[in-house]
């Protein structure tokens, strides 16, 4: 642990069930997309989202994915993004939408957002050993500011330097984990990457982080997750 000056967490399946964030985010982004767009059309933050999922869709229909029809009425945005959100794309347009949606949750009491019985421990004691405590998920960086200030164990947000989402990068590609290292002024060997997904730990690992695979209950099976060090629970780290 003392080895190590920066530690990137991933959220879903690391910090936080990934049945909270499958049945519970998920569902109500999808149950509440239409009412949100018909309140907020007139964003300019929300008009960028919207204008990257109809590039995401033109993008669908040249790969004949066979997405519903996108056309300029709130019913259709809201039923491409249903769709978007059942097949779990890690779009930056959806991502950053999903966050705006799920604020509303969050700030009326609704979203009560859950992490593992470990994980505010060992913030405290990552932070009091004077490690850089860090994010990086597909979520957008308000869905993930909002997760950690909203849990079941208090805000967390205080135990948190940095947050990235994939406008650093995917998280299966390798330069995301250079870039990072970059932005955190450390080298790579000097941060760990804590995630649940094999791809993502091959890419950190092939940037030179340091790495360990979360198995945590409800994870799925891992193919070759052998090649990794593995902990249950960041007691561990």
């Known amino acids: 642990m003392?080895?190590?000056?920066?530690i990137l967490v991933d959220i879903e399946g690391t910090t936080?069930?990934?049945?909270?964030?499958?049945?519970?985010?998920?569902?109500?982004?999808?149950?509440?997309?239409?009412?949100?767009?018909?309140?907020?059309?007139?964003?300019?933050?929300?008009r960028a989202d919207v204008a990257l999922l109809r590039e995401e869709h033109a993008l669908d229909v040249s790969k004949n994915l066979h997405p519903p029809l996108l056309g300029p009425e709130i019913d259709s945005i809201a039923a491409y993004i249903d769709w978007l959100i059942a097949q779990d794309r890690k779009s930056t347009?959806?991502?950053s939408l999903q966050g705006k949606i799920w604020r509303q949750g969050y700030l009326d009491g609704?979203?009560?957002?859950q992490v593992f019985a470990d994980v505010r421990p060992a913030l405290e004691r990552w932070q009091a050993a004077g490690s850089s405590i860090n994010i990086f998920?597909?979520?957008?960086?308000?869905?993930?500011?909002?997760?950690?200030?909203?849990?079941e164990a208090g805000d967390l947000t205080r135990f948190i330097d940095n947050y990235?989402?994939?406008n650093i990068g995917k998280k299966a590609d390798v330069d995301s984990y250079r870039r990072i290292a970059s932005a955190l002024k450390l080298a790579p060997n000097e941060i760990v990457f804590i995630s649940d997904v094999v791809g993502e730990l091959d890419a950190a690992s092939e940037a030179g982080t340091k790495t360990l695979l979360s198995l945590r209950p409800g994870n799925p099976p891992q193919v070759t997750a052998e090649k990794y060090q593995t902990i249950h629970s960041f007691d561990e780290v």
């Open 93 to 95: 347009g959806l991502k």
């Open 110 to 113: 609704t979203l009560k957002s």
């Open 16 to 46: 936080t069930p990934i049945a909270f964030v499958h049945e519970v985010l998920f569902s109500y982004a999808r149950a509440h997309a239409k009412e949100f767009l018909a309140s907020n059309f007139d964003s300019e933050e929300v």
């Open 2 to 6: 003392n080895s190590f000056r920066g």
């Open 137 to 151: 998920s597909s979520g957008s960086v308000l869905a993930q500011q909002l997760l950690f200030a909203h849990t």
């Open 164 to 166: 990235f989402d994939t």
